[in-house]
């Protein structure tokens, strides 16, 4: 099939909302999620194939723009679509637009193919010669590493929920978001909405996992650790910075 835009309209329903009648951001990493999972099945690398062939999709890489978040009962349209490609990676861009028409959020994932049992990386051209990507980007960012935390403002701890975990038997990508997010003091997010965000998955975390969130304020801008704590595990799972509007 030839690569082009996959596009779906969601309309905004009232639990999806925050208190400041903004789109959760889960919800929206949610949506995206959905989107991906339709638009792989339909091109023919969707979770079914990868499960017949031993292997899986893992997150490595999201980073999103934000002009604003969706509101209630708005009726918003979302692309996706496979952007680009490398031996061990895949991107896949979406792109929010609001009811009026407009672009409200760009958005770039990265993506690695794994084996199911060796928990290796795959090469995706070797497994999945047919994916070809669109060659167009939402955003142009190659994904750097993220700055490390030298001094946290502040710890957020507590233990991963069962509705925290996903098919994969571990933490889905969205909830690294909202950790990041909470971890941030209820009175700057009163006033501030997320303009950027950058995050860097890095090992996988599972069910009742104790999780710290370290998060250093920077002005307008937050950077976000997340590790397990209190095991002989100790790992960093993902690191986040947000700049904030």
């Known amino acids: 099939m030839e690569p082009a835009k996959y596009s779906k309209q969601y309309n905004i329903r009232s639990y999806e909302c925050d208190r400041n ?10 949506i995206f999620q959905d989107m991906a999972d339709d638009d792989a099945a339909r091109l023919g690398f969707g979770l079914q194939f990868c499960i017949a062939n031993g292997m899986t999709w893992v997150g490595t890489n999201y980073a999103l723009e934000i002009d604003r978040l969706p509101k209630m009962h ?15 990676s895949a991107y896949r861009d979406y ?35 047919r994916h070809r990507p669109l060659e167009v980007r939402a955003l142009n960012t190659e994904f750097p590493r993220l700055e490390e935390i030298t001094e946290g403002d502040s ?27 909470e971890a941030v003091e209820p009175e700057f997010r009163l006033a501030h909405d997320p303009k950027k965000i ?14 710290r969130v370290t998060t250093q304020m ?4 937050s950077l976000h650790s997340i590790h397990t704590y209190d095991s002989d595990n100790e790992r960093e ?6 700049e904030w509007q």
């Not at 609001?98 to 199911?116: C, P, V, Y």
């Not at 069962?162 to 933490?171: A, G, M, R, S």
């Not at 920077?218 to 801008?221: E, I, P, S, V």
């Open 21 to 30: 009648n903004n789109l959760r951001i889960l919800t929206l990493m949610n």
């Open 74 to 88: 708005e009726t918003i349209t979302i692309e996706t679509w496979p952007s680009a490609k490398s031996k061990l």
């Open 95 to 129: 792109e929010v637009f609001g009811q009026d028409g407009t672009s409200i959020i760009r958005a770039s994932s990265k993506w690695a193919l794994i084996d199911l049992q060796k928990k290796r990386p795959l090469s995706v051209e070797e497994r999945m010669p």
């Open 155 to 181: 710890q957020f701890k507590f233990r991963v929920r069962f509705d925290d975990i996903d098919l994969n038997k571990h933490i889905n990508n969205a909830v690294y978001i909202l950790w990041a997010t």
């Open 198 to 211: 950058d995050i860097n998955f890095r090992k996988e975390g599972y069910m009742g996992e104790k999780i």
């Open 218 to 221: 920077a002005g307008n801008k």
């Open 237 to 242: 799972l993902a690191r986040a910075v947000i």
